[in-house]
């Protein structure tokens, strides 16, 4: 089975079993586990901030900073293709109380004017507008990696309006290694970052938040009251440390990968632009074939590819550690004699 649903999929390397079964722990809600606060600090030193904390995973990461930089009632600016809005369950209203205010994010990128326009005027019937979310790389627009230009403008204009800045940076990795920028000045105009170690980073389990000291404290209690107080996680936490030691260089492999399946099929014929996909996701339309993108998924399936349908005429394909250049060339070959 060549699994190009999503970089999720990573099973554990042996380093990262050896390391579970020999690591320190200790009871982390009590603050004693010496592995989670080596990875905490890891992580906040490698993305330029003053703390970090270990969740459970990317969702939880992002609630918890939502629940950290808002109060209830009050509003958030983000995309309407976003994964906080899309595939968070609406946590953003129903955990937090928030109303969301969505533009178009549809290239990865929020237009700067449009921001401006959306933070709420005082006035006696508005909600508070108190943080703006923005992610990287960009998942539905196709893994985009937003560089740092536009992220210290887009902070900028947040800050200036008194809001805080959230980065969804679930696969800001794939970014820093795409754009061959620094991870720390990438996410340095941003207050808080959440970023996964369980997707091409290939640990089990795992993600940060990291931000200043102060805000992680509070995030510290709100992961608590969302039961995400965790015990001798030490166990967990160790792959997440070979995960950032070891595995954001081999990024670019993946990276390759999904470039050779955009070009591969763009070169039988298949409308695609290979140079809109410039880390490991890849989507294709599939309103140019006779089958819609679920009946795609299956006949693929049929073939030992699985990949995911989003949505009626969307499908996405996602590279890494586990998928082989020789994979992407089956996986153009049954393309070619199978489906076209
Ligand atoms: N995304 C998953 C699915 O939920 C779609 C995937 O396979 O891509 N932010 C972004 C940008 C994400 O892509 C994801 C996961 C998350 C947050 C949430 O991470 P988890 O799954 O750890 O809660």
Redesign the pocket.
Known sequence: MIDLR?D?VTKPTDEMREAMKGATVGDDVLGEDPTVKELEELAAKKMGKESGLFVT???QG?ITSLLTHTQPGEEIIFGRDC?IYR?EVGGYASLAGLSGRTLDDSEGYLDLSEIEEAVREENIHHPETSLLCI?NTH?VAGGVPVDFDYTNKVSDIAHKKGLNVHL?G??VFNASVALDEDIAKLVEPVDSVMF?L?KGLSAPVG?MLVGSEEFIERARKNRKRLGGGMRQVGVIAAPGIISLKEMVHRLKKDHDNARRLAEGLKDMGVDIDPNKYKTNIVMLDTSQFEMKAEGLRVKLEEKNIRTLALGKDLMRFVTHREVSREDIDKVLNIFEEEIL
């Open positions: 999503s999720t995973s990317g969702t992002n994964h595939y992610e998942n969804d679930a696969r996964c369980s993600s």
